[in-house]
């Protein structure tokens, strides 16, 4: 499994994302999930991946092969004019990687799938934000659905659902995902640490910050025991229930 | 799908379901998902089931139609010597249920499974609650994992397992299992309001109080919206994370 959630904020986008894979509880590996492309001044792509590690890792090859040598860029990510149609181009490779190992065996595409997110800003419009299915298909985030999560999306989503703010800063947005990574992680042993994170800024078009967060980071470490403090808390402040004589 | 949580606490048992059954998310009713069985004085159990409907039911028929006609009472809920043999007992019915079903298609036995949560008391040992799988076996709670969750449990887990509290009151169980159950609701559309509670004092041998809450019941609309401004105000008092610059 894995844990990504990809934000629109109104400052600009947040990707996290863990950093497990695993094939079995006792074949687990640390893999970077988190990719982007920059072309300063011009274009900033980031992409996020959940399924089949060799898929995703096939799509981000073929993605990274068609930016490299110039002669071979058309379609190339640093290439398309706008984020629909790099949006487009990713589904698409998502698609050819799923359906080229598919043929080796009947029924094997569902153990071929990704679900990616994808986001990212191209000059002249503003930055956007896809989910991109295993079919090639996708959706756009918008100002009722301003994030995205993929994989293991169910233990942290109730706090992120709660306490979603667009105008929030990076800062606030780092912690609420924190949060939400540690009640996942808590939960599911194949969602592990280290995290990865990566900003941008609207209209820099240049990559913002980006970090790793570790297990033993001493933030995370303190942010994932106050938490329960503070739930506990939270929920003694609230009435009790009142029984019926 | 359907949400029910069971919990033992020091003082007793704590049952609580969703009501919620759905073919379809256009074909959606209020069922009863929790049933009990009483001999005041000598035992109490209690059931709450999460899967096939039909299923569900036909396995709470057999159950009932045995402890309803004496010379058919063998084998009876109210007639096990012990919690361990009511639980193999309602858990062959539940095989027995399952695999009748599965003969009259191909592969449909999937569709006819269905877990259960089984606790209860019998006079001569203490309260017991069981996890029933539909492959006829079950699990125990104890002091590591002193609650069950079946149907959709993921959106509502990280609250209990951050607050539970064996030394809690009745009252105060019942508000965690509130918010945990609204966490659910706001996520899941198959798992729905009212919701039926069910308590059980240790050694009363007598049903507890029991309720159902109401989706315009005042104290659970208190809680749910409170529940949200008290999560960001947690979240708020957490220090942010600091980018390194």
């Known amino acids: ?46 992409l996020m991946s959940a399924g089949n590690l060799a898929t995703t890792q096939a799509v981000v090859s073929t993605l990274d ?3 490299k040598a110039p002669q071979e860029r058309a379609p190339s990510l640093l290439e398309t004019p ?20 598919a043929e080796a065996g009947q029924n094997a595409d569902s ?3 990704a679900t990616l997110i994808f986001g990212g800003q191209i000059a002249g419009s503003p930055p956007r934000l896809f989910l991109i299915y295993p079919e090639g298909n996708f959706i756009e ?11 293991e999306t169910k233990y942290g989503r109730p706090i992120i659902v709660r306490a979603y703010d667009r105008a929030a800063t ?21 969602v592990g640490l280290p995290f990865d994170y990566q900003l941008y800024t609207t209209d820099t078009y240049a990559l913002g910050p980006k970090g790793r967060v570790k297990a033993d980071d001493p933030y995370f470490r303190s942010i994932s025991s106050a938490w329960g403090d ?15 004589a």
């Open 141 to 151: 985030a918008g100002d009722d659905t301003p994030f995205f999560q993929i994989g």
């Open 170 to 190: 990076f800062e606030e947005a780092l912690k609420l995902l924190l949060v939400s990574f540690d009640s996942t992680v808590k939960a599911n042993l194949s």
């Open 111 to 113: 153990a071929f799938r």
């Open 65 to 67: 092969e068609r930016t």
């Open 230 to 244: 503070k739930l506990k808390e939270a929920l003694d402040s609230l009435p009790n229930f009142t029984l019926q």
């Open 1 to 46: 499994m894995t844990y990504c959630v990809g934000m629109m904020l109104d400052r600009g986008l947040v990707m996290m994302s863990d950093t497990r894979t695993n094939a079995g509880v006792d074949n687990i590996s640390t893999f970077k999930k988190l990719h982007v492309w920059e072309e300063p001044g011009e274009r900033v792509l980031m």
């Open 82 to 101: 706008s984020m629909f149609q790099a949006a487009q181009l990713v589904a698409k490779t998502l698609k050819d990687v799923i359906a080229a190992h």
